[in-house]
């Protein structure tokens, strides 16, 4: 049972350049979600996706696309990557929405724009 | 406005002491609260939750909470500490939209 996983782990990019972070859950989850992580700064949520083709903006959602054609899978895109968006992203997801959700987290993969 | 708040934002305890990290929240309803663990290098895990019943819930790993509503706080406790616990703690809340807010963390350290 893979769970929940995200590729690259480490990326080291340009700034002006498009970067796609792959994120895949095998639970057939209906949640999914990208946070960045900034010292100082916590968890910020970027995009978040009740179910396929369903995509609602969070908090920093500025500077990044995210699309979901299948339940499985939820690319993040940097369209053109600024050193201001190297951070650590997490990718989660959850079996549903409302209160009683426990999002389960990928590795994280470490982002450096350089 | 809604939030977390994370007062403590690095604390270092020695390994077999207690510990307690606060937290701190603001919502309009009772809110369905969390505590998340990561260690160095890893996602997050949850480590326990509360939403309703006896205030005082038990987690993994030894942890437990206890939500008081006057105070709006959940804090973390822990009798003895031991050094695989180290590792960033975040609080947060669920929502009725499916979103969570977390707070910044707090960073434990142990001491041997």
């Known amino acids: 049972d893979a769970g929940i996983t995200q590729s690259p782990r480490y990326k080291i990019t340009e700034t002006g350049r498009q970067v796609t972070l792959m994120c895949h859950q095998t639970?057939?989850?209906?949640?999914m979600f990208w946070y960045r992580q900034d010292l100082g700064h916590g968890l910020r949520l970027i995009y978040y996706?009740?179910?396929?083709?369903?995509?609602d903006k969070g908090e920093v959602p500025d500077g990044y696309v995210v699309s979901r054609s299948k339940t499985e899978n939820f690319p993040l895109t940097l369209e053109s990557a600024t050193r201001s968006q190297t951070s650590v992203y997490f990718c989660?997801?959850?079996?549903?929405?409302?209160?009683?959700?426990?999002?389960?987290f990928g590795p994280g993969t470490r982002l450096t724009v350089l | 406005a809604q939030s977390v708040t994370q007062p403590d934002i690095h604390i270092t305890v020695s390994e077999g002491a207690s510990l307690e990290l606060r937290c701190n929240y603001s919502?309009?309803?009772?809110?369905?609260l969390f505590w998340y663990v990561q260690s160095p290098g890893q996602g997050l895990q949850l480590l326990l939750k509360?939403?309703?019943?006896?205030?005082l819930v038990q987690g993994i790993k030894g942890f437990e909470a206890e939500f008081k509503r006057s105070q709006s706080s959940f804090n973390l406790r822990k009798p003895s500490v031991h050094w695989s616990d180290a590792a960033e703690y975040f609080c947060?809340?669920?929502?009725?939209?499916?979103?969570?807010?977390f707070g910044d963390g707090t960073t434990l350290t142990v001491k041997p």
């Open positions: 989660a997801s959850s079996l549903a929405g409302g209160l009683n959700n426990e999002q389960f």
């Open positions: 639970w057939s989850h209906s949640y």
């Open positions: 996706s009740a179910a396929a083709d369903i995509t």
């Open positions: 919502y309009g309803a009772t809110p369905y």
């Open positions: 509360y939403f309703s019943g006896d205030t």
């Open positions: 947060g809340f669920n929502t009725n939209a499916g979103k969570s807010t």
